[in-house]
């Protein structure tokens, strides 16, 4: 067996979102460089392997990109099984694009193993559909943390057009549902925080974007991953969920007699 | 045992794509309702169950919605462990928002199970990331057959600002690249057409934003699921993918040179 890198999305963290061909990849791998948010259940699948945490923590640095590139290239021209798992999508803000092309450049063979990404099951879990007919049939995925970036694409955008995901956010939601309301967008409109999707301490705020900024104001977040979720389809939450809730704005009675839930 | 429904998402099409809890709920279902992108492969796996196609193909047909529901509730009074099979995840353009609605309303207990949604593995396994450092940090999904309901979304975004990615757009391709160029989009815009990703037959045309019109004109297309991506990011899928293309226009050099390719 030559030497393989395999680019692998874990999904939101709990090992049952894997998909089988990750599994088995990581079940087989000798090497294993993952990210901050791979679960430990995710790990104890890698049971041959040698582990290094390569991921950003915060207050703590992370193993540079190049680094990251440089151990993957030689592990895999030493003939190693190499796992480069990230958490999600390696795809979907995951660097993992930069990652395929170091491996392409040095010519060690390599394959994308897609993940189920956050942006799609943080809200799904939360019972918020991005998609429902009638209410949205579009989503745009942002990265929160980056109003450069994210300002010329939602900026434009007629107000509650699509339904807006805002990864890596949390810290930037004041900022976020500030430009969003004075670009024209209600400041009722349903907004969520999904934290720690698929783990167990799992739990979702809800409120309206006029809220946003002072969501979660007292418990600690900063240690699970959140995922924003700003549009109509936020009100079906309390209707599709079964995460437990920090705070649940009552659906809005224009929103429950669309729905039409009872 | 009661009856209960799980709306899973069984991914692009290759089974081992599939999340592992999702091949579990199969695998110990009794009843699988499925749509016409699940895979043959994947309802083989549905090995105990009962199994009903509910899904719309061209020219024929689907079961109504209504029926899909009351399907769902009644097997599930009846104590059957039933599943209802989407392709890709079942929150994206999947109607389970609806699906779930009319369970909750019922007193069926449910639950969703999210799956790798098309629009997010399609790219990659064609070797498209929909982000990339310095080239696209945000990406807009959007229904390419339902004109009235992207451009409100993608006429105000900044031309370039993030990805692309139209589902079910196909046969809406030439409208939708009309769009973009008159909405101040680059007519070199790079631009892909991902056919049946994960599949044996999957294969990927690119282009640009002007060629978009008359890509994949000969060979029939209808039999395969399609995902349109646009943006500069395209360009990598000739160096990051594996997938076979039915025609590929070479790297522009401005991408060459920003990507690093060599």
């Known amino acids: 067996m030559k030497g393989f890198v395999w680019l692998v999305g874990a999904g939101p963290g709990d090992p049952d979102l894997l998909t089988r061909k990750a599994a088995r990849v990581i079940e087989e791998a000798e090497l294993v460089l993952y990210d901050a948010l791979v679960s430990n259940e995710t790990l104890d699948l890698a049971r041959r392997a040698q582990r290094f945490s390569v991921g950003k923590r915060a207050g703590k640095k992370s193993v540079d990109?190049?680094?990251?590139?440089?151990?993957?290239?030689?592990?895999?021209?030493?003939?190693?099984?190499?796992?480069?798992?990230?958490?999600?999508?390696?795809?979907?803000?995951?660097?993992?694009?930069?990652?395929?092309?170091?491996?392409?450049?040095?010519?060690?063979?390599f394959e994308v193993v897609p993940g189920v990404s956050s942006a799609v099951a943080a809200p799904a879990l939360a019972g918020i559909p991005l998609t429902h007919r009638g209410v949205?049939?579009?989503?745009?995925?942002?990265?929160?943390?980056?109003?450069?970036?994210y300002r010329p694409v939602l900026g434009g955008m007629a107000p509650a057009s699509a339904t807006v995901v805002a990864l890596m956010g949390l810290a930037g939601r004041?900022?976020?549902?500030?430009?969003?309301?004075?670009?024209g967008w209600s400041a009722a409109t349903p907004a969520a925080v999904v934290l720690g999707a698929s783990r167990e301490e799992a739990r979702v705020w809800t409120g309206t974007l006029a809220d946003l900024?002072?969501?979660?104001?007292?418990?600690?977040?900063?240690?699970?991953?959140?995922?924003?979720?700003?549009?109509?389809?936020?009100?079906?939450?309390?209707?599709?969920?079964?995460?437990?809730?920090?705070?649940?704005?009552?659906?809005?009675?224009?929103?429950?007699?669309r729905f039409g839930a009872q």
Chains 1, 2 share one sequence.
């Open 65 to 109: 990109q190049e680094t990251i590139h440089a151990l993957m290239i030689r592990a895999a021209r030493r003939g190693k099984r190499v796992v480069r798992l990230k958490g999600g999508d390696p795809f979907v803000f995951g660097r993992g694009g930069e990652e395929g092309l170091a491996l392409a450049r040095a010519g060690v063979p």
């Open 136 to 149: 949205a049939s579009a989503f745009v995925v942002v990265s929160g943390h980056d109003p450069a970036a």
């Open 174 to 183: 004041r900022g976020l549902a500030a430009f969003l309301i004075d670009r």
């Open 213 to 257: 900024p002072d969501a979660l104001a007292s418990p600690p977040i900063d240690d699970l991953p959140g995922t924003i979720v700003v549009g109509e389809v936020v009100s079906l939450a309390g209707v599709l969920g079964q995460m437990p809730f920090v705070h649940a704005r009552p659906v809005a009675a224009r929103a429950a007699v």
